[in-house]
């Protein structure tokens, strides 16, 4: 009894079991077709969440920006909020840049 990864959720499983505990899929009728169209499903779900989270924290950054240009009172913390976003949009906008690339990088292997 060996274990292996499950091609749709990618859990550990026991290379006996019919269905996957986790995910349900039925192991019995895989192909190498459906596990590789599994597994490009499952890279198109992970870059797309990638996006989402830079689109994000694009909104983040530019609200921070807008906020900080149209508040008058320099003390009060909204500034300090306006900041804040600024520098949490941009971090957060660099850090998926990073991702993305390494994800493209990965299914090019």
Not at 60 to 75: H, P, R, T, V
Request: glycine fraction near 2%.
């Amino acid at each position: 009894m060996a274990i292996m990864k499950c091609p749709q959720c990618g859990k550990s499983i026991s290379d006996k079991q019919q269905v996957c505990p986790h995910c349900e899929l039925d192991m019995t009728n895989l192909t190498e077709e459906k596990i590789h169209s599994l597994s490009k499903i499952k890279s198109l779900k992970y870059n797309q969440s990638l996006q989402t989270h830079q689109f994000i924290a694009t909104l983040l950054f530019l609200a921070g920006c807008f906020s900080y240009y149209n508040i008058e009172d320099k003390a009060s913390p909204q500034f300090v909020a306006a900041q804040a976003s600024i520098l949490v949009g941009f971090i957060w906008y660099v850090v998926n840049r990073f991702r993305i690339i390494w994800a493209k990088r990965s299914l090019k292997k």
